[in-house]
């Protein structure tokens, strides 16, 4: 495949999300059950200890993870996630979000996301779930 998208539905979506734009974020990979996002950790990005915001971590993975569920026309949202910071992001670090599925089942996905800096060091893990909010053609 030499497009990074694997479906004309993330490539709408991801061009609809100035959110994901204004922190920086590059989709490399977006197909079905799968997606690698990366993005720079910025200066406006830090929190009092210098260290990536929590929530801009979780912004990134999230990305990831609704690209690898939106494999239809189907409109699927992330649910719920749990996070577990395991090293600090700095600025200057270009991270990379890669989400998995894991299940399928019915209108409800489970998703894996691993959020790593370019030398490979893990900085977050994230159990993420969809949940199809509306069926393709609706």
Partial sequence: MDDVF?????????????????????????EPGRAVVRMSVRADMLNGFAVAHGGVVFALADTALALAGNETDAVTLV???????????????????????????????VYDVRVSTADG????????????TRPAGD
């Fill in 79 to 109: 649910a719920g996630a749990d996070i577990v910071f395991l090293s600090p992001a700095r600025e200057g670090d270009q991270l990379e979000a890669v989400a998995e599925r894991r299940a399928l089942v019915g209108r409800s996905g």
């Fill in 6 to 30: 694997a479906t004309e539905h993330t490539r709408r979506m991801i061009a609809a999300d100035p959110a994901s734009a204004a922190l920086g974020m590059s989709v490399v990979r977006a």
């Fill in 121 to 132: 060091r893990v900085i977050a893990e994230v159990r993420g779930r969809t949940r199809v």
